[in-house]
């Protein structure tokens, strides 16, 4: 999968309110120890040094709408052997791709007509097998629009025989990522003569710049390459297609700009951008093959400033390497010195060290991959997965924490997107017969749902958006939050109260098959009442109903009725099951897998009057000690972690957060590592923060101390900046 490093994988080693669900608007963001915390100094002790190549341990620039992923080059020279590892992404939020066809295909294609339990028939969009329409209907609207690869930037590096010098044959390599700067510096030698490269990227533009600095120059042995692909339709991948040739054009013209810059339309079938190229002194631009260009500098030079800039609309703005510097350098130091921060210098737990790496270098990969103006897929900019879609469940993971450590904005730059989808959502809604607004899982700009045998079925996305804005509010609890907001609150309660299904024989509401719960492994159709969901749709509806009295409006009785009135968590020998339709579930291994939801219900959710204690905590021991953990994801330790630190034991937190298993290890790139498949898994890092901040900043209802969620043995001292409470 990879070449270098083999020890990477190995790296790792209650108040009223609360019970409210969130209604309370009391924060937090004092420091818990004097000492005002040398922001400098902790992020940059994280730097990431590289001293040989590692396919999992590429390194990326980038503002949250476009990221540009490097190898141990400086640049995307070698990206053919990265393509198992973390692969090379050049990938914005505005590039999307899809293949042409004129066969109109709907997802009314692909519905699957599923008898709920209060005998309505309702539609789902589902996969098939086999041929036929409803196949080819469901692979074109699973697999389009798809992220597009923008395109590859390396360096020809030529050796003294005029061949091409293979990645191994790099000597003497020191790459660094400066945090606190987004520079990443990489320095080695082609048969003993030096190379080095400097490279930024721009805060407000889709734009990296570089400076090659080297010998090789002046021996006419270094170059840079531009390679442009088709874009690619598959599940997980680096997002690039070299096969087909003839289906794209690059088009290459001068820029009336100057000389040294030129601008290459790109056309995909219906789409189309711009890469802009401009360096700094005398060097030739031609195209060596088809969606094949090189930059040859000029041979009396011995350093070479270039910037690429890709853009859907034509421009000759173009940023030169002082200027993207400049931005880099400014904007990042905002960041770190904005935001919350918390240290753990001074920690006697040999964890601690550990921790604080995790939590510096998972800021700047969310800051870089997930702050753009959509929901961002689990692998962010870096290369696809699911086709580039993002996932609306997992936008919680992605971004909650950026409330949590005083970065709001960076949140709501994704929000407005659900106004812009909203009529899709209630199209959904509308077509399975519900009120409001049923939000998307597998979705894409555009908002339309993909069709899946699972997806459809997942309901917990729902309330995201209710949390969400109920975070804003908490920050900013003024009138102009609940207007600007309050659609998006109450056109989804209006579909979580039209869902649940009312039962004559015990008088509750119950949510009801066909569901599937978010461990993943229950039938829709056998499915009934799990814990999370439940715990969640409390949560929503109450928070939905507070809005509407901090309005001035009246109570939604309905909405008042089901909070009231909903079934209450499944209980069999005093733990809570994951599903009231499964009571085998702590008997049967099978069901001991995929995420261990059910400590959702009290830990990613706070306090409330459907949540015992004891239970809970009766529950969290079962799961923690005979879990099939390798079968589980990236964002449950945090989940754990949230969870005990609410049930008052701070060492299973820190335990969790560390659990010796797979899909727990932090690369040293800073990204969470899942399997050979998913390389990196961005929930996994954005968990990680959300739950580090609750432990430290607290949560409502949470003991009057300072860091409760960490253990007070004396072990951990933790000093913490800017940090907020949670619900």
């Known amino acids: 999968m990879r070449k270098g490093s083999a020890n990477t994988i190995k790296f790792a080693v209650v108040s009223a309110m609360a019970i409210l669900w969130g209604c309370s608007v009391s924060d937090n963001t004092t420091g818990a120890d004097p000492g005002k915390i040398d922001r400098q100094a902790l992020v940059t002790r994280h730097n990431v040094t590289l001293t040989q190549p590692d396919t999992l341990a590429s390194l990326s620039v980038g503002n949250g709408d476009f990221a540009y992923t490097v190898d141990v080059s400086g640049l995307q020279s070698f990206y053919q052997d990265y393509d198992n590892g973390v692969s090379l992404g050049t990938q914005s939020q505005w590039g999307w791709h899809s293949v042409p066809t004129d066969q109109n295909y709907t997802l009314e294609d692909v519905a699957r007509y599923d008898t ?10 589902v996969q098939h097998k086999g041929t036929g329409r409803k196949v080819d209907a469901m692979n074109y609207l699973r697999t389009n629009p798809h992220r597009l690869h923008l395109g590859i930037v390396g360096l020809v590096l030529l050796k003294e025989n005029g061949e091409q010098a293979a990645m191994h044959e790099l000597q003497n390599i020191n790459q660094n990522l400066n ?27 889709d734009e990296i710049s570089a400076r090659v600095t080297s010998p090789l120059i002046a021996k006419e042995r270094l170059k ?31 820029s009336e700009s100057g000389a040294n810059q030129v601008q290459l339309k790109r056309q995909l079938d219906t789409t189309v951008y711009y890469t802009n190229v401009r360096w700094d002194k005398k060097g030739q631009f031609t195209e060596k093959e088809k969606h094949h260009f090189e930059l040859i500098p000029a041979s009396n030079n011995e350093s070479l400033e270039f910037s690429v800039l890709f853009s859907q609309k034509q421009t000759k703005n173009l940023a030169d390497f002082k200027e993207t510097q400049a931005s880099s350098e400014k904007e990042w130091k905002r960041f770190w010195t904005e935001g919350g921060a918390i240290d753990f210098a001074g920690s006697t737990d040999p964890r601690a060290h550990e921790l604080e790496r995790r939590v510096i270098l998972s800021q700047y990969l969310t800051k870089l991959q997930c702050t753009g103006d959509l929901p961002p897929q689990e692998t962010g900019l870096t290369f696809n997965s699911w086709y580039g879609k993002p996932h609306l469940e997992m936008h919680w993971w992605h971004g909650v924490h950026f409330a949590l450590w005083d970065r709001l904005p960076l949140l709501e730059k994704s929000l407005p997107w659900y106004t812009k989808v909203l009529p899709k959502a209630r199209k959904t809604a509308q077509w399975q017969g519900y009120e409001g607004v049923r939000w998307q899982k597998m979705t894409d700009p555009y908002g339309a749902e993909s069709p899946s045998s699972v997806g459809p079925y997942l309901i917990w996305q729902q309330p995201h958006i209710i949390y969400f804005s109920e975070l804003i509010y908490r920050q900013n609890p003024t009138k102009e939050t609940l207007e600007k907001y309050k659609e998006l609150v109450f056109e989804t309660a209006k579909f979580m109260a039209s869902f649940p299904t009312y039962s004559e024989k015990d008088q509750k509401y119950h949510l009801a098959a066909p569901i599937i ?14 814990p999370f969901e439940l715990a969640y749709w409390h949560f929503g509806l109450s928070v939905a109903q507070e809005w509407r009295k901090r309005l001035g409006m009246p109570e939604d009785k309905k909405w008042q009725d089901i909070i009231n009135k909903l079934a209450p968590l499944a209980i069999k020998d005093g733990l809570y099951l994951p599903s009231a339709t499964h009571p085998q579930a702590y008997t049967d291994d099978f069901y001991r897998r995929d995420h261990p939801v059910v400590v959702g219900a009290y830990g990613y959710l706070p306090l409330s009057a459907k949540i015992d204690t004891a239970i809970m905590m009766n529950t969290y021991k079962e799961i923690e000690q005979k879990w099939q953990w390798e079968t589980t994801w990236g964002w449950d330790y ?5 969870s005990a630190a609410r049930l008052g034991a701070p060492e299973k937190a820190i335990d969790a957060l560390f659990m010796d298993t797979q899909k727990n290890t932090y690369l040293p790139n800073g990204h969470n590592f899942q399997d050979e498949r998913l390389r990196i898994y961005l929930p996994g890092n954005g968990g990680l923060l959300t739950a580090v901040a609750m432990m430290a900043a607290g949560w409502d209802g949470a003991p009057d101390k300072v860091n409760p969620g960490f253990p007070d043995d004396g072990t951990w001292k933790v000093r913490w900046e800017g940090l907020h409470k949670m619900p």
């Open 517 to 530: 719960p978010a461990q993943e492994l229950f039938p829709a159709k056998e499915t009934n009442d799990p």
């Open 179 to 205: 945090l606190w700067t987004g520079k990443i510096e990489s320095k080695y030698e082609i048969e003993g003569v030096p190379v080095t490269v400097e490279l930024f990227g721009h805060q407000e533009k």
């Open 224 to 254: 840079v390459f531009f390679k442009f692909p088709y874009g690619a339709d598959c599940h997980v991948c680096p997002g690039y297609d070299w096969e087909k040739q003839d289906k794209h054009t690059t088009t290459l013209a001068m």
């Open 116 to 125: 709920a339990a209060d005998g309505r028939v309702i539609p789902f969009p």
């Open 638 to 642: 945090p989940m754990m972690a949230m």
